[in-house]
């Protein structure tokens, strides 16, 4: 049967949308962090993993999407549905300013920019306590006036589902192809007539913008916005999650974002060791499965229901020979 | 040779690197149907000529014309899709992207391309450089030789007025170097316009129309092979090396 994988996943959608009020309100908000998670995985896979743009500014974009929908919806009285598309707006159009800025950088130049420029964010958000509540944090209306957390999961859920769907049919088409030609050999790209400069800056806009969606549903679900949510702890949380699921693929950044979510409560009883336990992880991954511990997981569970012949085309990540030699 | 059949010029190309003058002053053009061979010893600028007419340099003196148009500060997909295609001395392929994906990148980079008739075309690309077997494998697991197919490959998509190639033979078997030869000729039959850069003279002797011969950054040489052959300039140059 083809395609079996995507029923199996429609399934387990369903069930989790009828049975998440069964769902303690702790584990409940649990999902609902790791599905925030998800969408910023997903999204920094999408310019790390796919177009090689190894970018620690993430978070801060998620922190400038949060503050910018808070602060219009405190001013102006806004509906917050408008303030989180403004914070969006705002952040693609920011995203793609970074992107031109480090056109010529890679590697760890980039990495080392794209952390100041987080750096600066958050000491400009932390300092202008005037406007932003500095580290006493700013109190965000939340999305709901009730108390329960289903709404939220709902919501959550459904900016999940839009965001993959969205960076799927990106990744999918030819501008995936072409994000992928970049990251492998930018000089041959442009050989091959791929304009590299407007792809690098669409991809940080695009990125950018999902990061804001993601920082703007979190202020609005917590009711407050610290600068520390741009720092960058929680980008090496971000980079632990996407890594260890596997950069290079949308649902295995999605599914590392939901293990290590799981995992941090789970082990929350080992207090500051779990995440020494999560570094060595992080190692482990690198040196010996560089595609991420799911990768190889996904790839079978892609390949379930089809004939053996498609299912050897679907497994073309692990290594294999040259059969020239 | 009328003024609307040349593909491409390099007038008065010039190209520093500190104190090194890469290229001084060089003039080259092709016509259509040419099949250039471009040779020189380590070091006379002959990559540095071929990255100033494929946009991968920019000139510090001089311009570059794609029929009829002056590039200046034209970035180098925009060559691409003025049909100025290109391989690199060391191979460079999308190494951990399929040997077809490989070729549909600048397949799909070509305006009111599909997927369906780029992957079709892919397919026969493919056929055409005896690759087909190995479609599905990462162009990272390919031997040298077949590395170097798929570059020319790669070019072909781009269904270009003219390609560049850096080198070709380097480090390749003979058995797959005949074999490019082949493909070259037989692309070179159907209309397609070359200029070959190497320093297998042998190789290029078999293939080339015309010889240009670089030296300390000029061209020195330009004609048919035989008369290059027995200039003297060619000579001291290569007995000088």
Redesign the interface.
């Given at each position: 049967m083809r395609g079996l994988h995507i029923y199996i996943l429609l399934a387990v959608a369903a069930l989790a949308l009828v049975f998440a009020d069964r769902l303690s309100s702790y584990w409940m908000h649990v999902a609902i962090i790791a599905m925030f998670y998800g969408i910023l995985a997903s999204s920094w896979s999408l310019l790390a993993g796919y177009a090689g743009l190894f970018s620690l500014g993430h978070m801060a974009f998620a922190s400038i999407g949060g503050y910018t929908s808070a602060l219009l919806v405190q001013w102006y009285g806004i509906p917050i549905p408008v303030g989180m598309v403004a914070g969006v707006a705002l952040c693609c159009v920011l995203g793609g300013l970074i992107g031109w800025v480090c056109l010529r950088m890679t590697g760890p130049y980039l990495a080392i920019f794209t952390l100041g420029f987080s750096e600066i964010v958050r000491i400009i958000f932390a300092t202008e306590d005037d406007i932003t509540a500095g580290m006493a944090g700013l109190h965000v209306e939340r999305l709901f006036s009730t108390t329960s957390r289903l709404p939220y999961f709902y919501v959550a859920f459904a900016l999940l589902v839009v965001s993959l769907l969205l960076m799927g049919v990106i990744v999918r088409s030819r501008w995936g192809l072409f994000l992928r030609a970049i990251r492998e050999d930018e000089q041959a790209a442009s050989a091959s007539g791929v304009a590299v400069a407007r792809f690098r800056i669409l991809a940080f806009a695009i990125a950018s913008g999902f990061a804001a969606l993601a920082g703007s549903f979190y202020g609005h679900y917590i009711g407050i916005l610290t600068p520390s949510i741009g720092g960058l702890d929680f980008m090496a949380v971000l980079v632990v999650m996407t890594v260890i699921g596997g950069m290079e693929r949308l649902p295995t950044a999605v599914g590392g974002a939901f293990v290590v979510e799981f995992l941090l409560e789970v082990l929350r009883g080992y207090g500051q060791w779990r995440l020494p336990l999560f570094g060595i992880i992080l190692l482990l991954t690198m040196r010996f499965a560089r595609n991420g511990l799911l990768t190889p997981l996904w790839l079978r569970f892609v390949q379930l229901g089809e004939p053996r012949a498609v299912a050897a085309t679907a497994l073309r990540d692990v290594p294999q020979k040259d059969p020239a030699q | 040779m009328s003024a609307a059949a040349e593909l491409i010029r390099g007038v008065s190309l010039v190209k520093r690197f500190g104190g090194i003058v890469a290229n001084d002053t060089v003039e080259f053009s092709v016509v259509e149907g040419d099949l250039v061979g471009l040779i020189g010893p380590n070091g006379s600028g002959k990559s540095t000529l071929i990255n100033m007419l494929?946009?991968?340099l920019p000139p510090d003196g001089g311009e570059v014309v794609v029929r009829g148009h002056e590039m200046r500060g034209q970035?180098?997909?925009l060559y691409?899709?003025m049909g100025v295609?290109?391989t690199?001395q060391l191979t460079?392929?999308?190494?951990?992207?399929?040997v077809l994906?490989n070729l549909?990148?600048?397949g799909?980079?070509?305006p009111g391309s599909t997927?369906r008739s780029v992957v079709q075309q892919a397919r026969s690309t493919l056929d055409f450089l005896k690759l087909t077997?190995?479609e599905?494998?990462?162009a990272k697991?390919?031997?040298g030789?077949?590395q170097k197919l798929l570059e020319l490959g790669?070019c072909m998509?781009?269904e270009p007025a003219i390609l560049f190639l850096d080198e070709p033979f380097a480090g390749v078997h003979p058995h797959l170097r005949d074999q490019l030869i082949t493909r070259i000729q037989e692309l070179h039959e159907a209309g397609r316009t070359f200029v070959v850069v190497d320093h297998d003279m042998e190789s290029i002797l078999r293939l080339s129309k015309r010889l240009v011969v670089m030296a300390r950054g000029r061209k020195i040489a330009d004609g048919p092979p035989a008369d290059v052959r027995e200039d003297q300039a060619v000579l001291a140059a290569y007995a000088g090396s």
């Open positions: - | 494929t946009g991968h970035a180098a997909h691409a899709a295609a290109r690199f460079q392929l999308f190494g951990r992207m399929t994906e549909l990148v600048p799909l980079t070509r997927w077997h190995l599905q494998l990462h697991n390919l031997s030789g077949q790669r998509m781009l």
